[in-house]
């Protein structure tokens, strides 16, 4: 079965073509970034894992996405358990009038905005694209960014990821954090210009401390006359014409801290918010502590939370899982009590298993003798599935179902059980057997566009 996206319109495809394929070359140039300087384990499949996506074998060149006949696709539903979307699906009707935002957040998966990426390019095109939306500065970081846009700056800041054991200063809602070395620097923020979203009419900067804009150029260098709003979490910058690059002149205090920007065409929609970062747990984002206010800005009517793989290569324990997402949810939920918490479970992968044996092996010896016997340790690698991912499924299915939350079962719709091997043969996985190629990643983003858009329709 494929799903054909040659209808969509000339304008819209184009657009969606460049979601699809502006990754290929820059995914498979990433440096294996190290992401965790404290793992949640010892496992080496940990350290794996939050280095990100980093292989992706891929070939893409098409546009229509092949689902193959081990995709349960009978199962690609959202289960309600009792949620009213009714709000929402009013919201989402009323797009070509008011925008509307949903934000997914998740880990590696999520970060690299592959999948996110497609989905975001079909519902906009049923809806409408009212932006880019929100970025991070994750390059400055010292991580894998999506390819799409520009975070950037030639002075010097001080960073912190999530994953770090410690944090040198506040940490933000996207799980990044930059803060000035002197009190006047400049950021530029740009997008890529392929896609017919990518022109922003305004920006918005969340941040913590003082930020005085001084002056904000075009991508020519001229300056912008522009208005500049600002808040307690955040400075709105509303521009006079729509760009696709401007840089930013602002002085601070010593206490700045920035987090990321949305990119708004300033017009009705969709907005399609990623936060994703590599290695990262529901325990991870609860570290943050005010990630439901920190979206707040956004007015999210459905925050979809993607999290499960990473704690799957930690040491299981369901209660304090529970506990963990329950406190994720909660925060989000008190912060923006008219948005809908959906989750969704991970899908079965593998994990490394090294071995080691020692092998008596004879060194050559002179003259053609031969030589002592000596005792060699060696080391091979196999891959085994990863038998967490089965019970951290099940136990967010039952966490949803308690508490009449949304949830989409990733987990049976890539196949069930077994189906780790299946998107092996079929190069949708990675060489890490957790991460996806290109291809995995489309074909996910457009299963999740489908169980939405049957959601809202209904």
């Known amino acids: 079965m494929t799903i054909s996206l040659r209808s969509i319109h000339p304008r819209r495809l184009s657009s969606l073509m460049a979601a699809l394929l502006l990754s290929v070359p820059t995914l498979s140039a990433l440096p294996p970034v190290d992401d965790d300087n404290e793992p949640i384990s010892d496992d080496e499949e940990q350290q794996m894992l939050s280095s990100g996506v980093t292989d992706t074998s891929s070939d893409e060149d098409d546009i229509d996405i092949p689902i193959p006949s081990f995709i349960k696709t009978s199962a690609n539903h959202i289960t309600f358990n009792g949620s009213d979307w009714s709000a929402l699906r009013s919201a989402v ?40 939306g929100l970025v ?9 960014q999506p390819s799409d846009y520009t975070f950037q700056s030639q002075g010097s800041w001080t ?10 200063h506040t940490m933000g809602f996207t799980g990044t954090s930059i803060r000035p070395v002197t009190s006047s620097s400049s950021l530029t923020i740009a997008t890529s210009g392929r896609d017919d979203y990518n022109p922003f009419n305004s920006l918005t900067l969340f941040h913590n401390g003082k930020l005085n804009v001084k002056n904000v150029k075009g991508e020519d260098g001229s300056l912008l006359n522009v208005r500049v709003i600002p808040s307690r979490d955040y400075t709105q910058i509303i521009l006079p014409d729509a760009q696709t690059s401007v840089s930013i002149d602002f002085a ?29 747990t529901y325990e991870t984002y609860n570290r943050i502590g005010n990630v439901g206010a920190g979206i707040a800005p956004l007015n999210p009517s459905l925050v979809i939370i993607s999290l499960g793989t990473n704690e799957a290569f930690g040491r299981l324990d369901q209660a304090s899982f529970v506990n963990s997402i329950d406190r994720l949810v909660k925060n989000i939920r008190s912060a923006n009590p008219e948005a809908i918490v959906m989750l969704t479970t991970p899908m079965e992968c593998h994990r490394s298993v090294t071995s080691t044996r020692k092998v008596k092996v004879r060194s050559k010896g002179r003259n053609g003798r031969k030589g002592k016997l000596r005792t060699v340790t060696r080391t091979s690698r196999t891959y085994t599935v990863n038998n967490n991912i089965a019970p951290l499924r099940t136990t967010i299915l039952d966490y949803a179902r308690r508490n009449s939350l949304p949830v989409w079962d990733w987990y049976e719709v890539a196949g069930g059980k077994g189906a780790s091997t299946q998107w092996i043969s079929n190069n949708l996985f990675a060489g890490d057997r957790v991460h996806h190629t290109i291809r995995g990643y489309n074909l996910e983003g457009r299963l999740l566009y489908d169980a939405l858009a049957e959601a809202l329709r209904q």
Do not use: C, E
């Open 136 to 144: 991070a500065p994750l390059k400055m970081s010292g991580t894998n």
């Open 159 to 168: 960073p912190a990821k999530l994953m770090n054991s410690s944090w040198r």
């Open 252 to 280: 601070s205090a010593g206490d700045l801290t920035v987090y990321g920007a949305s990119l708004s065409g300033d017009r009705p929609g969709l907005f399609y918010h990623a936060i994703g970062n590599n290695g990262a």
């Open 93 to 132: 009707a009323g797009a070509s009038s008011r925008p509307v935002s949903i934000i997914h957040i998740g880990d590696s998966h999520i970060q690299a905005d592959f999948s996110s990426a497609t989905t975001r390019q079909l519902l906009q095109y049923d809806y409408g694209d009212a932006g880019r």
